[in-house]
């Protein structure tokens, strides 16, 4: 069902700028950005995209195509090649921009200059935190600005960070170099989340329009509004599309004598159809054809690889505000349920424990490939076993729910334990009546856990202090799911184990105390 255009309406006169803008006796003039983020290798509507952009060009539009990260990572489609066939498929769109976001970064420094030096866009980064070598070898700039018959708009590229503070400085920077440079207009485009966007915002000034990414939420400044204050007291809007492609923000600012308006839209899919319309110009449909024809190839190169693994009698969803509404509010996922199953069983340890937000796209109800499983869990890390003392155990649970039943980024799923979490606490203490089996969880004793090596050495790796040379490896994460559902579950996902979304009830919340919901 097409959804209804989101659409808000905002003036931003000059006299409510930080600086003075040199904009005076400039004709008024419209720019079109289109912009998207997080597309995690979902390419099936990049020709559309590309045919939108041409259309727009031909119709005299002033077009800029940017994108806020996460581009070649997140399903085999982006491993076949290390992103370098969707790095192709994005020159056929000709973007102009893009941020980098944490996890194109996957495959490796080298891979990821090869990339972008493959690239007919620019990358932007005003914090990139690479060697002196690294910085070196990518070619970037900290801010990229477009030009719009006189009028100037500047883009502010923002990485992934964990310490958002360590951005203050070079954002600061990059803003008040821009608007010295001739800035009408400043967008920051940021791979950073929208807390850690707030807290930026908060302590910097003269940014106008934060375009955000990361956290795969849907701000569209109407139903899901966000904004933030900057230092200065003035109000930044926000803006995401979402993920994977299921929208396109587009902007359109209207630079008059000394200020702009600007209006936004979220556009579907069948939005762009239907403003195309059945006959598309000449210059779209070539566009088109010319994407279509990268993005077939692509797939044709992972059907070849693909074959069939099993069935699933239900819909395993996962963490997806666009794709899985209804699972906006789980802190258990049958999907994650299913998939610590499996790390425990084939590891044949006492517990498993999984980072819920790591698995992306779901299984879909009916016969599935092995392909399906690797957009499943994109990553293609191991699966370890290792040893862990109930104390330990118990700190990672508590770090890692800390803001629940807000969304955490390492939200915990476990299989072969329990527990509880009191929300009305603060942390620690928020954690209890934790059992491991049927018995209550012993701090002092030490436990076999399976996980991904990320969640053992890099996410918990402060907790845990794991040497990986004394750990178990157990398999690649998709191998060892295909082994579970394979060997294990006789090649059918049932519905009898895994037929909740929500989960069977591994994990208690009490929100009222002595209530448990």
């Known amino acids: 069902m097409k959804k209804r255009i989101r659409t808000i309406l905002l003036l931003l006169i000059a006299l409510a700028m930080s600086v003075c803008l040199p904009a005076c006796g400039k004709k008024p003039c419209k720019a079109v950005i289109l912009y998207t983020n997080d597309v995690h290798c979902n390419v099936k509507n990049y020709p559309l995209l590309s045919a939108y952009a041409a259309d727009l060009k031909n119709k005299g539009e002033n077009v800029i195509l940017v994108d806020g990260g996460d581009i070649v990572q997140g399903s085999f489609l982006g491993m076949i090649d290390e992103g370098a066939s ?13 941020v980098p976001g944490n996890h194109d970064y996957d495959y490796g420094m080298d891979v990821f200059l090869n990339n972008t030096e493959n690239s007919d866009f620019a990358y932007v980064s005003c914090n990139f935190s690479g060697t002196q070598q690294e910085r ?12 719009c018959n006189g009028h100037n708009v500047a883009f502010i590229g923002i990485e992934t960070t964990d310490d958002i503070g360590t951005c203050i400085e070079p954002v600061q920077r990059a803003v008040d170099d821009a608007r010295r440079n001739g800035a009408q207009l400043v967008i920051a485009v940021g791979h950073i989340g929208v807390n850690a966007g707030e807290e930026l915002m908060e302590n910097t000034t003269g940014v106008d ?8 939420l849907l701000c569209d400044g109407e139903d899901n509004k966000v904004s933030y ?15 994977n492609m299921e929208y396109i923000c587009r902007l359109d600012v209207l630079f008059t004598d000394g200020s702009f308006e600007y209006e936004v ?22 566009a088109m054809k010319n994407t279509e024809d990268k993005v077939a190839g692509l797939i044709k190169q992972k059907e070849e690889l693909n074959y069939t693994v099993g069935k699933s009698e239900c819909v395993l969803c996962v963490y997806d505000p ?11 996922y049958n999907s994650s349920d299913m998939v610590a199953d499996a790390y425990r069983s084939v590891a044949e340890t006492d517990i498993a424990m999984v980072n819920t937000t790591a698995l992306r796209n779901g299984i879909q109800k009916g016969y599935f490939g092995k392909m399906d499983l690797c957009d499943f869990i994109p990553w293609f890390e191991n699966v370890y076993a290792a040893d862990l003392t109930g104390r330990q155990i118990m700190d990672i649970l508590e770090r890692d729910t800390v803001n629940w039943p807000k969304y955490t980024e390492n939200q915990p799923a476990v299989s072969g334990m329990t ?17 491991i089996g049927d018995e209550p969880i012993d701090l002092s004793r030490t436990y076999s856990v399976a996980s991904s090596s990320y969640y053992l050495f890099e996410a918990t790796g ?25 060997e294990t579950l006789g090649g059918v996902i049932p519905d009898s184990l895994y037929g909740s979304l929500s989960g069977d009830g591994r994990i208690h919340l009490d929100s009222t105390p002595g209530v448990i919901s």
């Open 462 to 486: 402060s907790i845990t202090g794991i040497d990986e040379s004394k750990c178990r490896c157990v398999g690649m994460d998709c191998n060892v799911l295909e082994r579970y559902i394979t």
């Open 86 to 98: 969707i790095i192709s498929i994005m020159n056929s769109a000709e973007y102009d921009l893009a």
């Open 322 to 332: 666009v794709k899985f509404p209804m699972c906006n509010d789980f802190i258990e």
């Open 136 to 147: 070196e070898a990518f070619i970037h700039e900290p801010y990229f600005m477009a030009e």
């Open 209 to 216: 329009i934060f375009l955000n990414a990361h956290d795969h």
């Open 419 to 435: 527990f509880s979490v009191d929300t009305t606490k603060k942390a620690p203490g928020r954690v209890y009546d934790v059992k």
């Open 265 to 286: 839209s979220m556009k579907t899919q069948e939005d762009i159809q239907s403003e195309l319309g059945e006959t598309m110009s000449a210059k779209a449909a070539a």
């Open 229 to 243: 204050v900057s230092a200065d007291g003035r109000d930044v809007p926000v803006f995401e599309a979402g993920a």
